[in-house]
């Protein structure tokens, strides 16, 4: 069963607003991942946070992982057109030998 | 590095014939994975390999999906024979480590006729 579910499906913003989605799994994880993939092209890793880590910063984007609520979330701030992109959560079982990626969430900026 | 290069990039079939993908992941990653990406189902783990060695292919729908990795800079997604459920995007990532980041490839685009 997938294991990562993204939260919302999609969300529509204006230029320099902030972005947040969000991630549930189900079951332990070591780490968890954020993937960024434009119409037609393949995925981009954005960042990887492991489960012993609370939040992680890399430029614009922020992530936090609450293991007790085994949730995620993605903080785009002052998001930009270029943006626009569909967003993935990935997990790991906690043997780490399985990998799930959510349904994703499809990010729409208006210039 | 020219990153996961995958080929063909567009693969258009008939359905009962048979079709291979392949992969050539970036220098020096020994882990290679290959999913599969439909409107209906998403994102879906096929197999992965570590080292070579293929470590889980839950994923694989059926017999008629079949991979090899016979070294560490080259891998096949093979499907015989190919039925129009098949249609997707098929991608092709490699990482340092399995549990890393990993680097997705263009993607082939199969469609069966």
């Known amino acids: 069963s997938q294991q990562g579910e993204e939260d919302p499906q999609a969300l529509s913003i204006q230029e320099g607003e902030n972005a947040t989605m969000n991630c549930s799994y189900k079951t332990s994880i070591n780490n968890l991942q954020w993937y960024r993939q434009n119409s037609g092209r393949g995925l981009v890793h954005l960042i990887l946070i492991r489960s012993n880590e609370r939040e992680k910063h890399s430029g614009r984007l922020r992530v936090t992982l609450d293991t007790s609520k085994k949730s995620s979330s993605l903080l785009i701030t002052a998001s930009r057109a270029a943006d626009t992109a569909s967003y993935f959560c990935?997990?790991?079982?906690?043997?780490?030998?399985?990998?799930?990626f959510g349904t994703g969430t499809s990010l729409t900026v208006i210039p | 590095d020219a990153g996961v290069i995958q080929s063909p990039r567009h693969e258009v079939t008939e359905m009962g014939q048979e079709v291979t993908l392949r992969c050539k992941p970036i220098?020096?990653?020994?882990?290679l994975f290959w999913y599969r990406q439909t409107m209906m189902r998403g994102l879906e783990l096929l197999i992965y390999f570590n080292n070579n060695v293929p470590i889980d292919d839950s994923g694989m729908p059926e017999d008629r999906f079949s991979a090899k990795m016979p070294n560490a800079s080259f891998s096949t997604l093979k499907i015989q024979p190919s039925e129009p459920r098949d249609s997707a995007v098929y991608f092709c990532a490699s990482s340092l480590g399995q549990n890393n980041e990993q680097f997705f490839g263009p993607g082939t685009r199969l469609t069966v006729l």
């Open positions: 990935a997990t790991d079982g906690f043997r780490g030998n399985q990998f799930y």
């Open positions: 220098s020096g990653h020994n882990s």
